[in-house]
């Protein structure tokens, strides 16, 4: 089954400028910090203890509220996965407004509301802006969870997940997660196909009613509305909002590893890894420590002109981008050195990060590159202040962190302040590269040439410990050919096959755009001499069609049409013959045996396959059934080079055949996309009309 495609500024300076000598060698000083006036706000509490800061802004006639919950909440456990399932079901109805009528109110006043586990957030014209506080109330206050509503985001997630298994960032993205803080902290839970069933839709209501209360919760207003009419809608929309005692759960503390150690992360057929050198640090919002650090950053590896940066991409082309974190956080925070590289350069760039974060600690910076990342901050932060939330989020991270009342009013001030000795002083504090976690995704060829900074352990891509299998020899009396008759075998024989004129299957899939579910249609049909057609519809219509017949075919997508020529034609016309496996010659191809490994806990049989022009696949076949169950091969597209993978299992007979059998169930995946596909019917010699493949 084939794969289903789802200005540059130009300055005129005087001329006398030019006329003066210049002294290169030395450097302009750098000037006072720049005085930057943060916006005011205003605020207010309720008696039930819901706190209120407002900026106004009159530009636009509009406005916006959120609202953000200052919580620790328990731990998800065996239910891991529930908290972001509320960002969906929050707004699928309440105890006044059906699902249908809270989205058509929306839209109706062209409001944007969206929630999640921590807060919700909304916004709308200014003239609608009663109408917008009494629907963000009702959600906040009055939401009511379906079983049939969790049901279906269950099933959403559950297909991102299936996704995520083959997506190298979200693999890297788990492990990190699993390494740095483990299961006895929410920011180490790890959502699997197993929690996302496990999720009930009391733990959902539970946590909404303890956790969305006014006493934990901060309201940002911004816009076009004065702070009297913004009391005035949060009295009448949230002043029944009920208190209640909000549990806090404490979560331990969180150090560096005692010493590096290394994860491998294996991921079948990948052309690249990514990287991840990272550990759990202490540093809270506000600390004296966090301007410090953002500026050590932002020298290491905080954007394209970091050190990371310029030296595994400027210096050696390994990469496209390689960047650092140092994140704070209330809870616990962490560092980061980020990068993704070929394969063969993969131990060389774990070493180029490493030793970065030495040079940092071992060497003072100089000081026009200190300056210049201050400049570079500097800027940003001006830039930032233009947008009027920022100030209200200012003012909540005051109240909230117990900051300093002037922590932002003196931001550049402080930041200007910042000397090579306190970037020495941080990096010899925070950034570790004697206690981290080198955690690797990418092909296990590599796992071995990363020992050199510490023993190698492998893990799952939810970050489980696992052993990697290595492929042991085959038999020295079984041969590819042997490997591949026993296979002919177990689906019929070369009679069945031959018998073969031709044949139709229609398979179900279905795919998922964030909150909607695409239900997919494949059919494909065969019919000697090679004629193959194969179209995929979608929403009642036909999204994609792919016909050969004989020497000509063509491709339709999205009303393009083109004919098939080179190596799609040449394609096309194997994947029409029936009888391809039984003489491989005629398309190029050999077979090589390479070994056994274990596929989905059962041995297989690992052959090399490679065509005329070179191109090499890897096919997985059972030693016990014979069944082919698992290909492995590189897709090049114009965004790069990507794994594509196909599983197959559930070999059936089709019926009225004569023996002949094929996968009921096929799993395919390229690149982070995947579907899974199960055919419905199969129907062979039906005599297909010839018109089919015009």
């Not at 420590?289 to 050590?296: P, S, Y």
């Not at 950034?431 to 296990?444: F, L, Q, R």
């Not at 091969?633 to 089709?654: C, H, I, N, R």
């Not at 690149?671 to 009309?689: D, F, H, L, M």
């Amino acid at each position: 089954m084939k794969k289903i495609i789802l200005s540059i500024l130009t300055l005129a300076l005087p001329a006398a400028i030019w006329a003066q000598p210049l002294d290169r060698s030395i450097r302009p000083k750098p000037g006072p910090a720049p005085e930057v006036k943060i916006g005011s706000s205003e605020n207010f509490t309720l008696p039930n203890g819901l706190k209120v800061f407002v900026v106004e802004n009159h530009k636009l006639p509009t406005i916006s509220c959120d609202i953000v919950f200052d919580i620790k909440p328990g731990l998800e456990k065996d239910e891991a996965g529930y908290k972001q399932m509320l960002s969906e079901l929050l707004l699928t109805g309440t105890k006044t407004r059906t699902n249908d009528q809270l989205n058509e109110q929306i839209d109706f006043i062209g409001a944007n509301i969206a929630a999640s586990s921590e807060g919700i957030s909304g916004g709308s014209l200014t003239k609608h802006e009663d109408k917008l506080f009494d629907l963000m109330s009702d959600i906040t206050m009055n939401a009511v969870f379906k079983q049939d509503e969790l049901d279906k985001i269950k099933t959403r997630t559950l297909s991102g997940l299936e996704t995520q298994k083959n997506d190298p960032d979200a693999m890297l993205s788990n492990v990190t997660s699993a390494l740095d803080y483990g299961p006895a902290h929410p920011y180490g839970e790890v959502v699997t196909d197993e929690t996302v069933k496990n999720v009930k839709l009391k733990s959902c209501e539970d946590y909404y009613n303890t956790y969305f209360r006014p006493n934990v919760a901060y309201m940002a207003i911004v816009g076009d509305i004065t702070v009297k009419q913004a009391k005035s809608l949060v009295e009448k929309y949230f002043g029944k909002w009920q208190k209640s005692n909000v549990p806090t759960t404490t979560y331990g503390h969180y150090d560096a590893p005692d010493m590096t150690r290394v994860a491998f992360v294996p991921r079948e057929a990948s052309v690249q890894s990514v990287i991840n050198v990272t550990y759990p640090i202490d540093l809270k919002p506000g600390n004296d420590d966090v301007i410090k650090a953002r500026v050590t950053n932002t020298i290491l590896g905080g954007g394209s002109q970091g050190r990371l940066f310029l030296d595994l991409r400027e210096k050696h082309g390994w990469t496209y981008g390689a960047y650092s974190s140092i994140r704070d956080d209330d809870q616990v925070g962490n560092f980061t050195a980020y990068a993704k590289c070929r394969n063969a350069v993969t131990d060389s760039s774990v070493g180029a990060i490493l030793d970065e974060m030495k040079r940092l600690q071992n060497e003072k910076v100089n000081d026009s590159d200190l300056q210049n990342s201050i400049a570079y901050m500097s800027g940003n932060f001006a830039i930032s202040l233009e947008d009027p939330a920022r100030i209200a989020q200012f003012a909540i991270n005051i109240e909230r962190y117990h900051m300093p009342k002037d922590y932002y009013a003196d931001y550049l001030k402080n930041m200007s302040k910042v000397s090579v000795d306190d970037v020495q002083f941080i990096a010899r504090k925070y950034i570790k590269p004697a206690n981290a976690n080198i955690i690797v995704v990418g092909s296990k060829d590599e796992a071995g040439k990363l020992s050199k900074y510490g023993d190698v352990s492998y893990y799952d891509n939810y970050g489980n410990p696992i052993k990697v299998s290595t492929m042991a020899a085959a038999p020295s009396n079984v041969s590819a050919d042997d490997v591949v008759k026993k296979y002919i075998n177990a689906i019929g024989g070369e009679k069945a096959i031959s018998d073969i004129k031709d044949i139709k299957t229609v398979s179900k899939g279905e795919i998922h755009q964030g909150p909607q579910t695409i239900q997919l249609t494949i059919t494909e049909m065969k019919k000697v001499p090679g004629k193959w057609k194969q179209t995929v519809e979608a929403m009642g219509m036909v999204v994609q069609k792919e016909v050969l017949n004989g020497d000509k075919g063509y491709q339709e997508a999205q009303g393009q049409k083109a004919d098939l020529t080179g190596d799609e034609l040449e394609g096309a016309k194997q994947e029409a013959d029936f009888q391809a496996d039984l003489h491989p010659e005629k398309y190029g191809i050999k077979r090589t045996i390479k070994g056994m490994e274990k596929v989905n806990g059962s041995d297989a049989y690992v052959i090399e396959e490679v065509d005329a022009k070179g191109k090499k696949s890897t096919e997985y076949y059972d030693v016990q059934s014979g069944f082919l169950v698992k290909k492995t091969e590189m897709e090049e597209t114009p965004q790069g080079s990507f794994a594509k993978t196909q599983e197959l299992s559930d070999y059936k007979e089709v019926p009225g055949s004569g023996g002949y059998k094929v996968p009921y169930t096929v799993k395919e995946s390229e690149g982070p996309q995947a579907v899974t596909v199960q055919v419905e019917s199969v129907e062979i010699n039906k005599n297909i009309p010839d018109t089919e493949f015009n």
